[in-house]
């Protein structure tokens, strides 16, 4: 097995064989990660049997070194997994003067129901999904193999995971008042208010992004988070073109809500959101979510995620609304295997990890 550069081309025409590969290995998303380079490569024996993204950030103190990162990649058959790539990719990265590899594979670890989410909602002896009991359970023994090659996992310590580990989805595989019938009677009774006072939900053109934008950076300030940039959303809708789509959920010509929706392989995802303060009454996102799930199921897409949540269940937690929120949908919450460091260059990792705890 070898370690090939791909072009654009010759990476889309593999991806497009694939049914479950995350948007953030595509090409599109190297292009808005500003502050990183990458590179498309490929697994390759007599054919490919994987490529990935890989994201390389240089280190301002070590400049001849860089951070080697596959978000939620490299796109491969983990059900078969062969230890060789990552041994392989581990040298081809060293070789690159990186002094870290870490990746994320999209493999399923466990599956929550919703009924058991709830149940641990409203358990106060419960504080945690993992104390819940998961519906399905898969890739245990990679994760073992994965620990036993010398790759490390991190939680609350050392670099710790960039991208969520447990996220909530909706599957798409039913007919529309199936799903529906799943909502609990909140989000039905809400999705019904917004029809009926007249809340409009449409795709938009990029050209009126500021009025995403305007209810994106109330939002920021209400929920207290750093905004990214208007020019990197005009980036990612351009970058991702029709695989990308911004939503707005109006009343009476003012923007109540918008979302940014985007689709890879056999999966849509609710991307970044945004609502005003003083429209919530109108219930603008229930509406707007509603909307995107019936244009991802009519545009054959299996599943609707709607990405991160938090581990905690405890109530005092103020993530856990977020998951209120989305367990009204009526969908799984899943707990990937996560992210994965292999150190390559000792030295360089333990002074880059010294810096990052006390910048």
Not at 124 to 152: A, C
Not at 210 to 228: G, I, M
Not at 240 to 250: I, P, S, T
Request: aromatic share 12%.
């Amino acid at each position: 097995m070898q370690i090939v550069k791909l072009t654009e081309s010759e990476y889309q025409n593999y991806l497009s064989t694939k049914s479950d590969y995350s948007f953030l290995q595509t090409p599109a998303w190297g292009k808005i990660k500003t502050g990183w380079s990458y590179e498309l490569i490929g697994f390759k024996t007599d054919k490919l049997i994987g490529v990935g993204l890989v994201l390389y950030k240089s280190v301002p103190i070590f400049k001849k070194y860089k951070l080697a990162y596959l978000p939620e990649g490299p796109v491969l058959t983990w059900d078969d997994f062969d230890s060789s790539i990552l041994l392989e990719l581990a040298k081809y990265l060293k070789a690159k003067n990186c002094f870290l590899m870490k990746f994320g594979p999209k493999a399923l670890l466990h599956r929550y129901s919703n009924e058991s989410l709830k149940s641990g909602l409203a358990d106060e002896k419960v504080h945690s999904i993992n104390q819940l009991e998961p519906v399905e359970t898969q890739h245990i023994d990679l994760k073992q193999k994965l620990i036993s090659m010398g790759f490390n996992q991190e939680t609350t310590e050392g670099f710790g995971d960039v991208q969520p580990r447990f996220t909530f989805e909706v599957d798409l595989k039913r007919s529309e008042q199936d799903i529906l019938d799943d909502f609990n009677q909140q989000w039905r009774r809400n999705i019904r208010k917004a029809e009926s006072v007249g809340v409009r939900v449409r795709v938009a053109d990029i050209s009126e992004l500021t009025k995403f934008y305007q209810v994106y950076l109330e939002t920021a300030n209400r929920d207290v988070f750093s905004p990214r940039s208007l020019s990197y959303f005009q980036n990612y809708l351009t970058q991702f073109g029709k695989q990308a789509k911004l939503y707005l959920a109006e009343f009476d010509g003012k923007v109540e809500a918008g979302a940014i929706w985007v689709a890879a392989g056999n999966r849509a995802w609710y991307s970044y959101g945004a609502s005003s303060t003083t429209g919530r009454e109108l219930r603008p996102s229930n509406a707007l979510q509603w909307q995107m799930m019936r244009d991802s199921k009519t545009a054959g897409y299996q599943i609707y995620d709607l990405r991160g949540i938090s581990a905690s269940l405890d109530n005092t937690d103020p993530l856990v609304g977020l998951l209120n929120f989305k367990c009204g949908l009526g969908g799984t919450a899943v707990e990937w295997l996560g992210e994965f460091d292999l150190v390559l260059n000792k030295p360089i990792a333990t002074a880059y990890a010294l810096v990052r705890r006390f910048k």
